[in-house]
């Protein structure tokens, strides 16, 4: 009987170490593939092209503030949908906040939005400095995008002294 109950005791402790090995592995490959998709590169439309926006100069509120703002499309892996990556180089001193946003218009549908992101002391508070968003998806079609400054001033956000930006491109299905 001895004998008996170290087998069983030895199989159970076995069947154990299997499936704790089997949640490992699956714990593992769940982690994998959440690193992965949060890692790795997006995987933009291969047919949407990255577009240069017209440069936007901007009298931004301090001491004798201004800014240039460079802008491009940056296509996106959903359909429809772009970002626009945003590279600012401001003078002054002083500079208070501001707000610069991508409004755009589908020509082909006729539907309008538009995202914003804070700027404080020249840094877009973006990640990679590419602002998205859900006012980012004018879905397929031919788009009319402008770059656009206004204060930092909720819920109004009044539009800065600027020469804005554009840029004309499509978005494939």
């Known amino acids: 009987m001895g004998n008996d109950l170290g087998a069983v005791g030895e199989l159970l402790c076995m069947s154990l170490k ?6 490992l592995s699956v714990l593992a ?29 901007v009298r931004v509120p301090g001491q004798g503030c201004a800014a240039i703002v460079n802008a491009e499309t940056v296509p996106q892996p959903q359909v429809g949908v772009f970002g626009v990556k945003v590279r600012i180089t401001q003078t002054g001193s002083g500079c208070d906040a501001w707000r610069v946003a991508v409004r755009w218009k589908n020509l082909d549908s006729g539907i309008t939005n538009g995202q914003s992101a804070k700027v404080v002391n020249g840094v877009v508070e973006a990640p990679d400095s590419v602002i998205v968003g859900f006012g980012t998806g004018p879905g397929a079609g031919r788009v009319e995008a402008e770059i656009v400054a206004t204060a930092d001033l ?15 491109f499509t978005l494939n299905k």
Do not use: H, I, M
Not at 18 to 23: M, V, W
Not at 31 to 48: K, R
């Open 29 to 57: 490959g769940v982690v994998g593939a959440v690193a992965a998709a949060f890692v790795g590169p997006a995987q933009a439309v291969p047919s949407d092209q990255v577009v240069q926006f017209n440069p936007t100069l």
């Open 154 to 168: 909720y819920p109004s956000n009044p539009e800065l002294d600027q020469l804005s930006g554009k840029a004309w």
């Open 18 to 23: 299997y499936k704790a090995a089997q949640r």
